[in-house]
């Protein structure tokens, strides 16, 4: 079995609110690592994996109260 590894960034958070403005969740925005992380030789993982995966996007909801702000951009 070959394993694959996602190398993602963390771009947005955007906060989930009630009808009374209590937070319930948040849903949190990834992007794939790219050019703009690159390290100076061009030869690190991140470099690696851009090059093969030159494009994702994933979108996560967290509704679980203890993690909510667990995460930061």
């Known amino acids: 079995m070959t394993n694959m590894r996602a190398k993602l960034v963390l771009q947005n958070i955007e906060p989930l609110s009630d009808a009374a403005g209590t937070l319930v969740g948040e849903t949190l925005s990834f992007n794939a690592v790219g050019r703009s ?11 690696t994996f ?21 995460y930061s951009t």
């Open 37 to 47: 992380r690159y390290a100076e030789g061009g030869l690190d993982e991140d470099n």
């Open 50 to 70: 851009a090059r093969f995966t030159p494009s994702a996007y994933m979108t996560l909801t967290v509704l679980n109260p203890d993690l909510l702000g667990a």
